[in-house]
C-alpha cells in the first residue's frame, strides 16, 4: 500500500497567510471588523497588520466604513473576470430532486486548501444547515465527499495532505488508499464510514475535466451502509444531467 511520506507540501509564505486569514476573518464578519479584532484574529500586534489592511483596502480587497473592514468587491470582480462560479453545472434545484428521492441530507461541497466546506445543502436537519450557512470547514479525511475531492486532485497535493493529516485520522490513509481505484474509476466514494458520527455517498463534479465538487447524501452509518447501491444509483442518474449541462 502506498504511504505518503515523500510527499513535498507547497511551500507556505507568512505574508499570504496572514493575508488569506485576514480575508476570510472578513468575510465572515458580516457585520464588519475592526483593526483590534484582526490583530487578536492573527495573535499579531496592530502595528504589524495595519499596512496589510490597508494594503488590501486600496487594492480593493477590503472596504473600510467608520474604521470597520468588511471584504471588497475585488475577490468577486476576479470571479466574474474569471466568469465563473465555484460550481457552475448542479443547482440547488438538483440538491432538492436528490433531496427528495432520498429522504436524507443532501449537500454540495467543495475543497479550499486542506478544508472542505458544505456551499450548498438541502435538508430538514438543522445541524447541516448550520455548517452550510456558516461555511463551516471540516477535515477532508473524515468524509465521503472529501475523500472523491482528494482523489481528483493533484498527486503532489493529495499526498501532502494526506502526510500532514492529525495522528488520530492516520489508520484512514490507507483505508483511503485501498478505495482510491475504485473512487477515480466511478467518481464515486460510498460508504467510508471515516466518521463515528455519520456516513455518506457522494460523487464528484468535473467541469473542464477537473473535480471540482462533490454532491453528498448523508445520514447515519446504519441507513448509509443498508442503502449504499440504491443511493449511489441516485447520485449516477443525476450526475449524467448535469454533466450534460454546459460550463459557465
Known amino acids: 500500500m502506498p504511504q505518503p511520506s515523500d510527499a513535498k507540501p507547497r511551500a507556505r509564505h507568512r505574508t499570504v497567510d ?43 480587497y477590503l472596504d473600510e466604513h467608520n474604521r470597520r473592514y468588511v471584504l471588497g468587491s475585488a475577490p468577486y470582480l476576479l470571479n466574474r473576470m474569471a466568469g465563473r ?31 472542505i466546506f458544505y456551499v450548498d445543502y438541502c435538508s430538514s436537519d438543522p445541524r447541516f444547515a448550520y455548517l452550510a450557512e456558516n461555511y463551516v470547514q471540516r477535515s477532508l479525511i473524515r468524509t465521503s465527499a472529501g475523500w472523491v475531492l482528494l482523489a481528483g486532485m493533484e498527486k503532489r497535493d493529495q499526498w501532502a495532505y494526506l502526510r500532514g493529516v492529525d495522528e488520530d485520522e492516520r489508520p484512514l490513509i490507507d483505508r483511503f488508499f485501498a478505495m482510491l481505484p475504485d473512487i477515480e474509476q466511478t467518481g464515486i466514494c460510498a460508504a467510508p464510514n471515516a466518521s463515528e458520527r455519520g456516513d ?49
Open 18 to 60: 496572514r493575508i488569506a486569514e485576514i480575508l476570510e476573518f472578513a468575510a465572515r464578519s458580516h457585520d464588519g471588523t475592526t483593526l483590534s479584532e484582526i490583530a487578536k484574529h492573527l495573535g499579531a500586534p496592530v502595528s504589524s497588520v495595519q499596512s496589510l489592511v490597508n494594503g488590501l483596502v486600496a487594492t480593493g
Open 200 to 248: 455518506g455517498i457522494s460523487i464528484a463534479v468535473h467541469e473542464n475535466d477537473k473535480t471540482v465538487a462533490a454532491v453528498g447524501i448523508i445520514s447515519t452509518n446504519e441507513e448509509i451502509s443498508s442503502r449504499r447501491d440504491e443511493l449511489a444509483g441516485v447520485l449516477r442518474e443525476s450526475a449524467r444531467q448535469w454533466s450534460e449541462r454546459p460550463t459557465v
Open 85 to 115: 462560479e465555484p460550481v457552475s453545472t448542479v443547482t440547488h434545484a438538483d440538491l432538492q430532486t436528490i433531496h427528495e428521492r432520498s429522504g436524507l441530507t443532501t449537500v454540495l461541497s467543495i475543497a479550499v486548501g486542506p478544508n
